[in-house]
Every structure is written in C-alpha cells, then in structure tokens.
C-alpha cells in the first residue's frame, strides 16, 4: 500500500508544514525544548509519541521530530521528512562515550561504523556513513561560538543496547567488553543506535545529514550525567543545533 502523494504515512503531514531544514530528536521532551526557542510554532504530531513541530528560528523555518529509539523509527521519519521537503537533516541526541573524560561532551560524527541493520535496506554493503561535509562545517562553527567541551570523530552504530552496547546480563559483559575495547582501538568516541542510519539514509535520499550527541553515559560502569549536567547538556546541544541550522547554505 502506498501513502497517498506526499502525505505521510505515520507523521501525517503535508509538505507546506515542512521546513526544508530539520532537526531529529529521539526523546521527544526535547521537541518542547526546541519550541520554547521557536517563534510562529505550529504542533503538528503527537501520534504513536513522533511528535513534530514547525516554527521559525532568526528568520529560517526549521521542522523537529521526535523517533524515540533505534535505526528503523529514525529512518522512517527522516524519510517522510525528505519526501515532504527537508533538504539539510541534523540529529541531536545522545550518545556513550567510550572515553570517560568525554562524559558531558558534545561529540560531533564524522562518520559512522555500521552496526546496525536498517541502513544496509537503503545503501550496499560497504557504503560509508558519512556527514555531510557543509552541515559538519556550520555544526563545528556553532560548537566553537557556544565555548563548550566538544569533540569530533567517529561513531559505531549497533541495533543491540543489550547485547552489543551494554551488557544487562552478565554473560553477555566479556563480549561487549572486547567490543568496546576494539572500537577504542579504531579510535571511536562513541557508540548508539542511530547516527549511521541517519547519514546514510540521508545520502541515500539525497538529503544532506549530520549528527551531534552529548555524551550522556561512559561506557565504564554505565556512568550517567547526573541530572543537572545532563538538563545543562541538553539545552546546550539544541542551542548549537540552532545555530547551526541558521547558518548552513541551503
């Protein structure tokens, strides 16, 4: 069955409440975040929890949508996105470090190790998952007007938070464990669900994407940000986003 013209299917919009720059959330809490900073804000979804809206930010009309968690949610939105006019795509969201003195870092992608499975239905074995490089280059100049700690390099992807991430069942911690410590080999600042799909989904849809993550867990212990530098963290990633949604060329 196919969606009828541009409509939709699961965020049920219509090409005149798009922008054609768009940010991607997974926790869809950060949606009220990015409003508060918005003016003329239209709601536009909150079914199945992808919430969206659409309002302006210093002139540009920029459109944020909330996946909640994994690969093929994040796909699914980013495309109705693109077939509705979303040109230039920016995920901000979360992400673990595998370096402890990162915990709290902004961390920008470069590019992506594919762990995960939804972006080999879109591009062939081997693609790379790259950022798009002018997106990368508005993101890296709003990191450095915002003054805050962040880094750059390259992230891993996996479906698997509990069997490849993050072991919950001890059985499972040696082979995670020997992970980890291959992917710091390769020198990778972070591991999460979706930032190599949202690059090569995008690539493949001809949409230009990027990725930038606090870094809100260490991989050691599963440290978590504690809630006040974690709420610092979050308003400063969308107040980056932001900007550097404004500056990019379309």
């Excluded at 409440?17 to 926790?27: N, Y």
């Excluded at 308003?235 to 404004?246: C, F, K, R, V």
């Amino acid at each position: 069955m196919e969606p009828a013209g541009h409509h939709s299917w699961y965020l049920g919009l219509t090409p005149d409440q798009v922008g054609d720059r768009a940010i991607l959330v997974g926790d869809r809490g950060r949606i009220d975040l990015i409003a508060d900073r918005l003016t003329d804000v239209t709601r536009l979804n909150e079914d199945r929890g992808l919430r969206a809206v659409t309002g302006t930010y210093r002139g540009k009309t920029i459109t944020a949508a909330a996946f909640g968690m994994g690969a093929p949610i994040a796909a699914i939105v980013l495309e109705e996105l693109a077939s509705l006019g979303a040109s230039i795509v920016l995920r901000l969201g979360t992400a673990m470090t595998l370096h402890p003195a990162d915990l709290g870092s902004q961390l920008l992608a470069e590019g992506a190790l594919i762990g995960e499975s939804t972006s080999q239905t879109y591009v062939p074995p081997g693609f790379p998952a790259i950022a798009d490089f002018s997106l990368q280059g508005a993101v890296r100049d709003a990191l450095a007007r915002s003054g805050c700690d962040w880094r750059s390099g390259l992230f891993a992807s996996y479906d698997g938070f509990y069997t490849e991430m993050l072991a919950l069942d001890p059985a499972r911690q040696e082979s995670v464990a020997e992970r980890v410590h291959r992917l710091r080999a390769l020198g990778i600042l972070a591991m999460d669900m979706e930032t190599s799909a949202v690059l090569t989904v995008g690539k493949a849809l001809g949409v230009r994407a990027g990725s930038l993550c606090l870094a809100s867990v260490g991989w050691e212990g599963a440290t978590p940000l504690d809630k006040t530098n974690r709420t610092r963290g979050e308003n400063q990633l969308i107040d980056i986003g932001l900007d550097a949604l404004h500056q990019v060329q379309t």
